[in-house]
């Protein structure tokens, strides 16, 4: 449920950021700011720091950055409204009646109940139509697939008429509220009245939350229409980023295995399930998604990734690792051998071959120095920095240090880097954790009265107009070395937002977050007058003219050298006007 817009805006500005975070980051005062350890990135000495006033974090060590919102969510891993709701109750602001935590009783727990209901007809609908005459292809398919009737009655799988309004009928018909049969997703509304269903044609697959109830549906296209899987809208019922499928039934086998087979699709999945393979899950995502690994680690410690082994299948799973390593899990990979998946593998060679393969799944790192070896080669010492760099990333997500150190030496070996610098380079930054060697960032101080600039910026409002004003009209922008974020500010400005820091670091790179934040957390800084700014401004645009005239005199030289008298004449006119301005300035 939404809350009004403006109350975001209200509890920021109420609620006290050093408190909020100072309750998960001991922070300590320095000068004007908090500082404390990062607890985004593993670290030594602070570098992550606090600004009371601007309402701004930022960790000079990761980047990580934002406002007091921001930080609840991603500590707490909670979406917007949420983190709302909760630095609201912290800072003791009522919040809205309708937008409490108490489900029991709000209008969504309400709908949640109901559209449980939805999916529970819907589901006895499908199954029921699979059964139908108009459903003899799929039946066709389903024993061409070689899935099992056992399988068909476990995995729910039915079957959606092409009329275009069964289900719609159907579930009106059980006298289910309008509004519910739109907010399930199943049935959508016809511009002339009336409803119409979502999937037509197709073989469903139903999905289920973690304790088996239905929340949404997979309908896989029977001939060439696309998408080849449609699957429901997110409903408040139903997100795709938090759901894995099949672990409702699989749930129990993992814990007794102590690992999951994760694959891609349903298909490999009823076929791994189908080999015996009871402890399968799928994905149904080209890449875990981090919901999705949280929901995994509390199941069991170690998990077998079986992708697809085409190019999006890789990619997939290197995305994929780096989220399951830093959930501490131990992580095999299976390759199977030519272009087929776990569906198809099983298909051809059967379950006995496919549960082979299993045994044989590599240990992650062995994977990745094989696919790092791939890649870049040993041929010469770049390759192999090349190869060490693309590891790197993934031992950085592991949190256990004497894991990593173990790691590290056996990735070396594999890449043949075990004695030399590249080796301590390497050994070094696997157990800090370090991603990659970066490449130091140039300029890391923007001058300080620049700085005092941004500083005013911030917190004027009433100076902002008329200072920018000055700096775009008389182009001296381009005098500043900060101009990208002094113009970022005033683009804030014009478009008549309110400046703040956080807002303002989003629409910056890396590097200039990090120049930003400098200015921010500056304990140097002190107060900074309207007058001053007038005297900088000043100072820049008599450096501009100035600028002017130097490149004037040089043209006024060549024109006398050229014993060109009319350009001379011309030039020193204008020469003329610029020291005329200079004064002015002075
Ligand atoms: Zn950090």
């Given at each position: ?10 509890v ?24 404390g350890?990062?607890p985004f990135h593993?670290?030594?000495t ?6 009371a006033t601007?309402q701004?974090y ?9 406002d007091?919102?921001?930080f ?7 979406p917007?409204?949420?983190a709302v709701r909760?630095v609201a109750?912290?800072a003791?602001?009522p ?24 999916h529970e ?6 199954r ?27 995995f729910?799988?039915?079957?959606a ?7 719609a009928?159907f579930?009106?018909r059980?006298?289910?509220?309008a509004?519910?049969l739109?907010?399930?997703?199943l049935v959508?509304?016809?511009d002339?009245?009336?409803y119409?269903?979502?999937?037509r044609?197709?073989?469903?697959f139903p ?11 997979a ?6 229409d696309?998408?080849k ?5 997110e ?5 795709k980023?938090?759901v894995?499928?099949n ?5 129990e086998?993992?814990?007794?295995a ?8 349903y ?15 799928a994905?149904?995502?080209t890449s ?6 949280h ?7 170690e998990?077998?990734?079986?992708y697809d ?20 899990m ?9 272009a087929?998946?776990?569906d ?8 006995e071959?496919y ?32 190869a060490?760099?693309?590891v790197l990333?993934f031992v950085a ?11 590290a030496?056996?990735i ?10 590249v080796?301590?380079?390497f ?14 960032a140039t300029g890391?101080?923007?001058?300080n009265?620049?700085?005092m600039?941004?500083?005013?910026l911030?917190?004027?409002e ?16 381009e ?7 002094v113009s970022?500010?005033?683009g ?9 820091v956080?807002?303002l ?7 200039q977050q990090r ?7 500056d304990?140097?800084?002190r107060?900074?007058s309207?007058?001053e700014?007038?005297t ?5 645009d ?11 005199q ?10 060109d008298?009319q350009l001379?004449i011309e ?6 006007e610029?020291?005329k301005?200079l004064?002015?300035l002075l």
């Amino acid at each position: 449920m939404a809350l009004p817009a403006d109350f975001a805006q209200h509890v920021k500005s109420a609620a006290d950021i050093v408190r909020v975070i100072g309750e998960t980051v001991t922070l300590k005062k320095s000068g004007s700011n908090h500082i404390g350890l990062c607890p985004f990135h593993q670290e030594k000495t602070p570098s992550f720091s606090v600004h009371a006033t601007r309402q701004f974090y930022y960790c000079f060590g990761c980047g990580a950055k934002g406002d007091v919102f921001r930080f609840v969510m991603e500590m707490e891993k909670v979406p917007f409204p949420e983190a709302v709701r909760r630095v609201a109750q912290r800072a003791g602001i009522p919040v809205p009646a309708y937008a409490t935590a108490d489900e029991a009783a709000t209008p969504e727990a309400r709908l949640r109940k109901a559209l449980e209901e939805v999916h529970e007809r819907a589901l006895a609908f499908y199954r029921k139509q699979l059964q139908s005459a108009e459903a003899a292809p799929v039946r066709e398919l389903i024993r061409q697939r070689g899935v099992t009737d056992e399988s068909v009655q476990g995995f729910g799988l039915g079957y959606a008429p092409t009329s275009g309004d069964a289900l719609a009928n159907f579930l009106s018909r059980e006298g289910l509220a309008a509004n519910v049969l739109e907010a399930s997703g199943l049935v959508l509304r016809r511009d002339t009245g009336g409803y119409f269903d979502r999937f037509r044609g197709r073989w469903m697959f139903p999905i289920t939350n973690e304790t088996g109830k239905t929340i949404a549906f997979a309908g896989r296209a029977l001939g060439s229409d696309q998408p080849k899987y449609l699957n429901s809208p997110e409903t408040p019922l139903y997100t795709k980023s938090r759901v894995l499928y099949n672990l409702s039934r699989a749930r129990e086998a993992i814990r007794k295995a102590g690992a999951a087979l994760l694959v891609e699709g349903y298909m490999d999945a009823i076929a791994a399930w189908q080999a015996g393979i009871e402890n399968v899950i799928a994905s149904c995502g080209t890449s875990l998604t981090e919901p999705q690994v949280h929901l995994l680690t509390r199941c069991a410690p170690e998990v077998i990734v079986s992708y697809d082994p085409d190019s999006a299948g890789v990619a997939a799973t290197d995305r994929s690792l780096g989220l399951l390593l830093e959930g501490g899990m131990s992580v095999r990979i299976l390759r199977l051998p030519g272009a087929l998946d776990p569906d198809q593998y099983v298909r051809q060679f059967g379950a006995e071959a496919y549960k082979a393969r299993l045994t044989e799944a590599q240990p992650v790192f062995r994977y990745l120095a094989t696919r790092a070896l791939e890649l870049h080669g040993t041929a010469s010492p770049e390759a192999k920095l090349a190869a060490v760099n693309f590891v790197l990333p993934f031992v950085a997500r592991v949190p256990n240090k004497l894991i990593r150190a173990e790691l590290a030496a056996d990735i070396a070996q594999k890449i043949d880097v075990s004695t030399g610098l590249v080796w301590e380079a390497f050994r070094k930054a696997a157990l800090d954790r370090r991603e990659q060697m970066q490449a130091p960032a140039t300029g890391s101080r923007i001058p300080n009265a620049e700085a005092m600039l941004i500083r005013l910026l911030l917190d004027s409002e009433e100076a902002c107009k008329d200072i920018g004003n000055r700096l775009e009209n008389k182009g001296l922008l381009e005098e500043l070395e900060g101009r990208t974020i002094v113009s970022a500010l005033l683009g804030m400005i014009a478009g008549g937002s309110i400046p703040d820091v956080a807002s303002l670091a989003d629409r910056l790179d890396e590097s200039q977050q990090r120049l930003l934040a400098a200015v921010v957390f500056d304990n140097e800084a002190r107060p900074v007058s309207f007058g001053e700014i007038n005297t900088y401004i000043l100072a820049l645009d008599r450096k501009r003219v100035q600028r002017q005239r130097l490149s004037l005199q040089h043209k006024i030289q060549a024109a006398q050298k050229s014993q060109d008298s009319q350009l001379a004449i011309e030039l020193l006119r204008e020469q003329n006007e610029l020291d005329k301005e200079l004064a002015k300035l002075l």
